[in-house]
C-alpha cells in the first residue's frame, strides 16, 4: 500500500507539473503572438508609416516619430506581459509609455482626433486594468504585510523578546468589516480587523491601473 501511495503521489505531481508546463507555453505562444502582431502594426502598417511621414513633414524631426513607435511598442507589449506572466513592473511601464505618448501628442500639436484617440487609449487602460473583487485587496494585503488572510480571519505572525527570549507570536483577527468600490479610473480597499483583546487594525489603498497603492 505504501509503494501505491508513492506511485499516486508521483503521478499527480507530474500530472501538475505538465499542466503548469502547458500553461506556460500557451502564455508565451499569446505573448509571441503579441509581439509579433505590434511588429507588424508599428514597422509595415500602412497607416503606421503614414502616420510617421506626418510626424517628419510637420516637425522635420525622424527621431520622435522613433520615439512615438518605441512607446507604442512598450505600451502594447508591457501590457500583455502583465497579463500572461503577473509582471507587475510591466504594467508600471506599459502605463507610464501611454501617459508619456499622451504628453507627446499634445506637444506636437496633432488634430483633436489624434489626441482624443490618445486619451481613449489611458481611460481603457485604466479601466480594464482595474480588479472587480475584493479578492485582489485581500491578496494584496497578504503580500505585503505581515498579515496573511482568509476569507473571514486574518493571521499575524510576529517575532517577539520574552524574557530575553526570541519568540513567534501568532494572533488571530477577525475580519470585522471590508469594502470594495469599483470607479472608472480606479478603485479603492477597505478592510477592518479586530483581535481578541478588542484591538482594531484598518488597512485601506487604492489601485490605479491594476496596481495597489497600499495605506498602512
Known amino acids: 500500500m505504501a509503494g501505491g501511495s508513492v506511485l499516486c503521489y508521483s503521478y499527480e505531481n507530474e500530472l501538475v507539473g505538465g499542466?503548469?508546463?502547458?500553461?506556460?507555453?500557451?502564455?508565451?505562444?499569446?505573448?509571441?503572438?503579441?509581439?509579433?502582431?505590434?511588429?507588424?502594426?508599428?514597422?509595415?502598417?500602412?497607416?503606421?508609416?503614414?502616420?510617421?511621414?506626418?510626424i517628419i513633414d510637420k516637425m522635420e524631426a525622424r527621431p520622435i516619430a522613433r520615439v512615438i513607435r518605441y512607446l507604442l511598442f512598450l505600451a502594447f507589449n508591457g501590457y500583455f506581459a502583465n497579463m500572461f506572466f503577473d509582471i507587475g513592473l510591466m504594467l508600471w511601464i506599459s502605463f507610464f509609455s501611454?501617459?508619456?505618448?499622451?504628453?507627446?501628442?499634445?506637444?506636437?500639436?496633432?488634430?483633436?482626433?489624434?489626441?482624443?484617440?490618445?486619451?481613449?487609449?489611458?481611460?481603457?487602460?485604466?479601466?480594464?486594468?482595474?480588479?472587480?473583487?475584493?479578492?485582489s485587496f485581500i491578496e494584496y494585503v497578504s503580500e505585503q504585510t505581515e498579515y496573511k488572510c482568509l476569507r473571514i480571519e486574518c493571521v499575524?505572525?510576529?517575532?517577539?523578546?520574552?524574557?530575553?527570549?526570541?519568540?513567534?507570536?501568532?494572533?488571530?483577527?477577525?475580519?470585522?468589516?471590508?469594502?470594495?468600490?469599483?470607479?472608472?479610473?480606479?478603485?479603492?480597499?477597505e478592510l477592518i480587523l479586530k483581535d481578541e483583546d478588542g484591538n482594531v487594525k484598518e488597512f485601506s489603498g487604492i489601485n490605479i491601473g491594476g496596481l495597489w497603492l497600499l495605506d498602512k
Open 98 to 135: 501611454v501617459i508619456t505618448l499622451g504628453l507627446l501628442v499634445i506637444e506636437l500639436k496633432f488634430d483633436k482626433s489624434s489626441i482624443i484617440s490618445v486619451l481613449l487609449v489611458i481611460i481603457a487602460f485604466l479601466g480594464n486594468s482595474l480588479p472587480n473583487d475584493y479578492d
Open 19 to 54: 499542466s503548469m508546463d502547458g500553461s506556460l507555453i500557451i502564455s508565451f505562444v499569446f505573448m509571441a503572438g503579441a509581439i509579433l502582431y505590434s511588429v507588424y502594426q508599428l514597422y509595415f502598417s500602412k497607416e503606421t508609416l503614414a502616420l510617421e511621414q506626418e
Open 156 to 189: 499575524k505572525v510576529s517575532e517577539v523578546i520574552v524574557e530575553g527570549n526570541l519568540e513567534t507570536e501568532v494572533k488571530i483577527y477577525s475580519i470585522q468589516d471590508y469594502s470594495f468600490d469599483w470607479y472608472l479610473l480606479f478603485a479603492r480597499g
